[in-house]
C-alpha cells in the first residue's frame, strides 16, 4: 500500500508569512498532484508534477517534485487569508486512474 | 461549463439502512471516481468508472458498489449502514481515464448516520 505523508498537519501564520508543506512516500510516484479545499467544497487542483526535479509556479505558490519522485513541496509566498484551506496531496502510479492523498495540511492565515 | 453535481448535499440515516449518491459528471467527462473523506482518514479511493465499467475499486467492503450510465452519470449505493460510514462522500470526473488527467471534484454528498 502506498502512503503519503503530509507535515505539518496544521499551519496558522500571519498574513505575510511565507511557509511550506511537504508530502513525503517512500514509494515512487508516476505523478503527483496537489488540490485546495476550503470548507463545504470539494479539492480544487493547483497543479500536477510528473517529472523528478520538476518545478511549476503558479503566481505565490511554488511546487516542487522531488528528483526520485517520492516526495514533493508547496512553498508559498507572502500568504493573504485566501490562502487558507485543507492542502492535499495525491499521488498515482503505474497504470491505475487510483490516487493515494496524504491526509493534509491545514492551513489558516490570519489577516 | 457546468461542475460536477452531487445530489443529495446531506443525507441522515439510521443503521441498517442503504443509500444511493448520485454524481452528474462535467459535461464530455467519461470518468468517474468515488472518494469517501473523513476527519480520521482522510481521502480515500472507493471505486472509478470508465464507459460503464469499473476500472479500479479501493479497498473498502462489498456494502460499497457504484455503477455508471451510458450518459456517464454515475451513482454510489451503500448497503446496511454502520455508525463508521458517516462521512463526506465525493465524486470526481476527468475526461479520460489516466494518472494525469486532472480531476475535477463536485463538493460531496454530507453522510450521517445515526
Known amino acids: 500500500t502506498q502512503l503519503l505523508e503530509q507535515s505539518p498537519q496544521f499551519l496558522s501564520i500571519q498574513e505575510g508569512e511565507n511557509l511550506t508543506v511537504y508530502c513525503n512516500s517512500s514509494s515512487v510516484f508516476s505523478s503527483l498532484q496537489w488540490y485546495r479545499q476550503e470548507p463545504g467544497e470539494g479539492p480544487v487542483l493547483l497543479v500536477t508534477?510528473?517529472?523528478?526535479?520538476e518545478v511549476k509556479k503558479l503566481k505565490r505558490l511554488t511546487f516542487q517534485f522531488g528528483d526520485a519522485r517520492k516526495d514533493s513541496s508547496l512553498h508559498i509566498t507572502a500568504a493573504q487569508p485566501g490562502d487558507t484551506g485543507l492542502y492535499l496531496c495525491?499521488?498515482?502510479?503505474?497504470?491505475?486512474?487510483?490516487?493515494?492523498f496524504g491526509s493534509g495540511t491545514q492551513l489558516t492565515v490570519l489577516p | 461549463k457546468a461542475g460536477v453535481t452531487q445530489t443529495p448535499r446531506y443525507l441522515i440515516k439510521t443503521r441498517g439502512q442503504q443509500v444511493t449518491l448520485s454524481c452528474s459528471p462535467i459535461?464530455?467527462?467519461?470518468?468517474v471516481s468515488w472518494y469517501q473523506q473523513t476527519p480520521g482518514q482522510g481521502l480515500q479511493f472507493l471505486f472509478e468508472?470508465?464507459?460503464?465499467?469499473?476500472?479500479n475499486k479501493g479497498n473498502f467492503p462489498g456494502r460499497f458498489s457504484g455503477r455508471q450510465f451510458s450518459n456517464s452519470r454515475s451513482e454510489m449505493n451503500v448497503s446496511t449502514l454502520e455508525l463508521g460510514d458517516s462521512a463526506l462522500y465525493l465524486c470526481a470526473s476527468s475526461l479520460v481515464a489516466g494518472y494525469n488527467s486532472p480531476l475535477h471534484f463536485g463538493n460531496g454528498t454530507r453522510l450521517t448516520v445515526t
Open positions: 468508472y470508465f464507459s460503464e465499467t469499473q476500472r
Open positions: 495525491g499521488g498515482s502510479s503505474g497504470s491505475a486512474r487510483q490516487l493515494t
Open positions: 508534477v510528473v517529472t523528478g526535479g
Open positions: 459535461s464530455g467527462h467519461r470518468s
